[in-house]
């Protein structure tokens, strides 16, 4: 199983970035994806998460309206869209896979740091916003 995320980069704030992560390894179309970040100093954050089979997705209430989560079956790919960024988005962001069965796109975005067995987690893409 391998996840690989790209797309980070340094952007002006009000800038944009998307973000995609290619899964490789499992059967794609019954996963709950998700992306999180951790800055310096902070608690890793579940950003949005998505169910592969239906779509259904969740937000933490710091991005909503600003970040759009999509899945592309066909590809193997989860892509997070960030428009409007702000400094406080600065992290490094991760990607993680868990089998559908096992947890539901709010479940797996609202997990305790180590508290998963069934998870797959990428290397990472580092996001700057300068102010």
């Known amino acids: 199983v391998q996840l690989v995320e790209s797309g980070g980069g340094l952007v002006q704030a009000g800038g944009s970035l998307r973000l995609s992560c290619v899964a490789s390894?499992?059967?794609?179309?019954?996963?709950?994806i998700g992306w999180f970040r951790q800055a310096p100093g902070r608690e890793r954050e579940g950003v949005s998460c998505i169910s592969t089979r239906d779509g259904g997705a969740y937000y933490v209430d710091s991005v909503k309206g600003r970040f759009t989560i999509s899945s592309d079956n066909a590809k193997n790919t989860v892509y997070l869209q960030m428009n409007s960024l702000k400094p406080e988005d600065t992290a490094v962001y991760h990607c993680?896979?868990?089998?559908?069965?096992?947890?539901?796109?709010?479940?797996?975005?609202?997990?305790?740091?180590?508290?998963?067995?069934?998870?797959?987690w990428g290397q990472g893409t580092k996001v700057t916003v300068s102010s």
């Open positions: 390894g499992f059967t794609f179309d019954d996963y709950v």
């Open positions: 993680a896979a868990v089998p559908g069965y096992y947890r539901n796109y709010v479940g797996l975005c609202r997990s305790a740091p180590g508290s998963m067995l069934l998870d797959y």
